[in-house]
């Protein structure tokens, strides 16, 4: 069995407004990619993602974009943390999901597969696990309240 999760939370915001606090590199920066966000989330790019408490941008491919929907994203593991693809990559998906709630909130799901099987699969898997459900927190603090979870918690 292969390491994968999927995290979720509900977001007192319409699912419009959620979805463009992941894919517009602007927004997305007040809550979690500290260090930055280059490019907004388009089938087929590749941006940026940067952290200040982990430095080192790194890119992410954007597999697929379904407007107010879906987000799927591709990027690399460490070495020896996931299983590689037909190419010889190592990196994980990541899938997220955006529903509309009939009291007007927005259910997130977030998910992320292609772990190896090894202990360092599982290690690296349950790190990220931690890393979405932060972000979900950290954007819900964010589209609600206006407030930064992200700035000191790490270091």
């Not at 260090?35 to 089938?43: E, I, K, Q, S, Y």
């Not at 589209?143 to 000191?152: F, I, K, T, V, Y």
């Amino acid at each position: 069995m292969e390491p994968e999760f999927t995290v979720g939370g509900r977001i007192d915001r319409p699912v419009h407004e959620v979805f463009e606090a992941v894919v517009d590199p602007g927004l997305l920066s007040q809550f979690f990619t500290t260090g930055g966000a280059t490019g907004r989330l388009a089938t087929g790019a590749v941006v940026t993602w940067d952290f200040h408490e982990f430095p080192g941008a790194c890119p992410v491919h954007v597999v697929e974009v379904v407007q107010d929907r879906r987000i799927v994203l591709r990027w690399d593991a460490p070495e020896g943390t996931a299983t590689p693809d037909a190419s010889g990559a190592r990196q994980t998906t990541v899938t997220m999901t955006f529903e509309p709630l009939e009291d007007g909130r927005t259910l997130v799901r977030i998910s992320e597969r292609g772990w190896s099987p090894s202990a360092a699969g599982w290690k690296a898997s349950y790190g990220n696990c931690e890393g979405w459900t932060g972000m979900l927190c950290a954007m819900k603090a964010w589209l609600e309240h206006g407030l930064n979870l992200r700035q000191g918690f790490y270091r």
